[in-house]
């Protein structure tokens, strides 16, 4: 194991740590060049990029784990790399070969290997890769030339001493569109956002959930995270709409429930008007794997699921074998460890 870089290790946030190296690769002329790492984390781009002024851009989000014998890997980047491609299709951008991303990925974990956070810290290694727009363009349109970075950060775990439920309340705004952009990992959505974010925040909740944009009565997002709920009679159910963003822990957890935890799962709709068939639920993302949820603020009324204050049995346990298997402590199924 390589030198720990210089960073007090139990008080790490998420925010923005400049580590020493990112990847930088240019498409231009219909291809895309090598690519290299380099060490100055500014961007030098065009005034006119079409990222600047018309959203062309999309991004990811995963993570580097350090294990118990110091080893490091990647928690299923392959799928990853089929997500920002369906993004990059959305929005008219060129795709990334899946070997280049995750070459790209590798490169600049193992550039960085002091920053991956100690075992037992519960910190990792956020990886974020992006793809932008750029060049001489001020027209509506596709960009004539493009940028994919990939850099990253060490956070620390989302919750210091343990997951804690948190209370949500419902959004009269929406984040995306039916048969918008919905399914892309895009940072319009997430402009989209911030002003419905800000009010629940300003009204005492975490975040807000945002309910179908159509008929507004099935929960789609909660915040930037997927929706799930175990029911009374233990079946894990998610939403099943186009305008939810794919989670990759969403259907990882879908799946250890079925064959881990032997529970019925379902996509389904969630009728904000039919919380009482849940006994727990939670939001779920790679940044926080689970958050678990208290109760759901809708027309006047707080529902509460298990505790505003304890975790649910089933909460802990699908959190305890996804964070297991992610830390090299469990077995995990075929094809989702990349060791770097
Ligand atoms: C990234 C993201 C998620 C979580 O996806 P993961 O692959 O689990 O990290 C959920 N909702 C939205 C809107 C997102 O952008």
Redo the contacts with the bound molecule.
């Keep these: 194991m390589t030198k720990l870089a210089n960073i007090d290790w139990g008080n790490l946030g998420f925010s923005y740590i400049k580590t020493d190296f990112r990847y930088v690769s240019n498409w231009k002329d219909g291809k895309w060049d090598e690519g290299k790492l380099v060490t100055d984390n500014k961007l030098t781009i065009s005034e006119g990029s079409t990222a600047l002024h018309y959203g062309q851009q999309c991004f ?3 993570k580097a784990y350090r294990t118990k014998n110091g080893d490091i890997q990647l928690f299923r980047p392959y ?2 790399a089929k ?1 920002i491609n369906n993004s990059a299709q959305r929005l008219l951008m060129p795709e990334i070969p899946e070997e280049k991303f995750i070459d790209a990925i590798l490169q600049v974990v193992r550039a960085n290997e002091a920053y991956v956070p100690p075992y037992g810290t519960g910190g990792t290694l956020y990886i974020r890769p992006l793809l932008i727009g750029v060049g001489d363009n001020i027209g509506v349109g596709p960009a004539s030339e493009y940028l994919f970075c990939v850099f990253c950060i060490p956070v620390g775990p989302y919750y210091k001493g343990g997951m804690k439920p948190v209370n949500y309340t419902v959004s009269d705004y929406d ?2 569109a039916p048969y918008g952009t ?1 399914m892309a ?1 895009v940072g319009g ?2 402009a989209a ?1 911030l002003y419905s974010h800000e009010l629940a925040r300003k009204s005492g909740f975490a975040d807000c959930i945002y309910l179908d944009p159509t008929t507004h009565t099935k929960i789609e ?1 909660v ?4 929706f799930f709920g175990i029911t009374k009679d233990d079946e894990f159910v998610t939403p099943q709409s186009p305008s ?9 957890l879908l799946y250890l429930a079925k064959e881990f935890l032997h529970l019925k799962v379902a996509e389904r709709d969630v009728l904000i008007d039919n919380l009482d068939e849940f006994k727990e639920a939670g939001a ?4 926080a794997v689970i958050t678990p949820i208290g109760g759901i603020q809708y027309k006047d009324k707080l529902h509460v699921f298990h505790s505003e204050t304890e975790v649910g049995p089933v909460t802990q346990k699908l959190y305890d074998t996804l964070c297991g298997i992610q830390f090299g402590d469990l077995e995990a199924p075929g094809g989702w460890i990349l060791k770097v």
């Design positions: 990811e989000g995963l799928e990853n997500r984040r995306a919905g990992k959505n997430y956002s997002e915040g930037a995270a997927n939810i963003l794919p989670s990759i822990t969403k259907y990882s779920c993302g790679t940044a």
